[in-house]
């Protein structure tokens, strides 16, 4: 039986409710993070966290509990549930109240957390390459808030479903934006490049730690535009995500990327992040 943590109990998921005038069930109005624990240590939570506030900030809503507070009862959700690793659900709305449009007075935020078992990352699992496909990005102008009104990227999503492919990359006024549900990088001469920060996609935890770890290992990349023709004729296109971590995409819209296969630098990249993984199991990286 999972346990999960709401407003500031921890109980099992089928005891746990919300009211039906929540406006995170009423307007969409609240943000989350989904957090990977490895070997039930919370991965880069401090950045999580920290990007949970700007979610905060973005949609006026004063956080309810301090990084402090919120690191204790997401550790303590980890270990009360089975996984070696997890992927950490956590969500805040802005709490239950009349409906109205207007933001309420006096209302006291609701707190959610759930935890899930992570597989086990060995390259298996896309490890052989995914396809994708290229939409239309149809999502508002503030895709750097990771807000829980997630229709549009459901239905981008669902789109690369019905294609038989695994994600959707996002084109808007002919530059690459994000993946669905995903962060996009591409290779080529050798050079990784990947869409920089801005308003128009969500600043991701394990897009941040990839830049990281090739500065650090001397690999060229740089955060910069990315066009429709330079991902068309990219040598590697990769997704990454806290939970999917690093994908290659060795097909786009039908048509091969590169020589089909996953590329030399996707395969360097993920032995270092897996590299990564293991110090911090080890207690000689940093969280």
Not at 27 to 55: K, M, T
Not at 76 to 104: C, K, M, W
Not at 145 to 169: F, G, H, S, V
Request: aromatic share 6%; with cysteine.
């Amino acid at each position: 039986m999972s346990i999960v943590y709401l407003n500031g109990e921890f109980l099992p998921i089928e005891k746990a409710s919300v009211s039906p005038l929540d406006r995170g069930f009423l307007f969409a109005d609240g943000v989350y993070e989904v957090i990977p624990a490895y070997h039930r240590r919370l991965f880069r939570v401090r950045e999580h966290l920290n990007r949970l506030d700007h979610s905060l900030r973005g949609i006026r809503l004063a956080s309810p509990m301090n990084h402090d507070d919120l690191s204790v009862v997401l550790a303590e959700l980890v270990h009360g549930n089975p996984g070696n690793n997890q992927s950490v659900y956590l969500q805040i709305t802005r709490g239950v109240a009349p409906r109205d449009h207007a933001f309420p007075v006096n209302c006291q935020p609701t707190v959610f957390a759930m935890s899930t078992p992570l597989p086990d990352s060995d390259g298996g699992a896309g490890g052989a390459g995914v396809s994708a496909i290229t939409l239309e990005d149809i999502r508002w102008l503030h895709c750097d808030l990771k807000t829980i009104a997630l229709l549009p990227n459901i239905l981008l999503r669902q789109q690369a479903i019905d294609a038989d492919a695994a994600e959707a990359i996002l084109i808007r006024n002919g530059e690459v934006t994000e993946g669905a549900a995903s962060n996009v990088f591409c290779v080529t001469a050798g050079t990784v490049v990947t869409p920089a920060k801005g308003p128009r996609l969500l600043p991701g935890i394990t897009r941040d730690l990839i830049v990281e770890l090739a500065a650090a290992h001397r690999i060229p990349c740089r955060e910069d535009t990315v066009t429709v023709a330079t991902l068309r004729s990219a040598d590697e296109i990769w997704l990454t995500s806290s939970t999917r971590e690093i994908l290659p995409v060795t097909t786009l819209d039908g048509v091969q990327v590169g020589n089909g296969r996953p590329g030399p630098i996707w395969s360097e990249i993920f032995r270092l992040f897996q590299e990564f993984k293991r110090e911090l199991a080890a207690g000689t990286q940093q969280l």
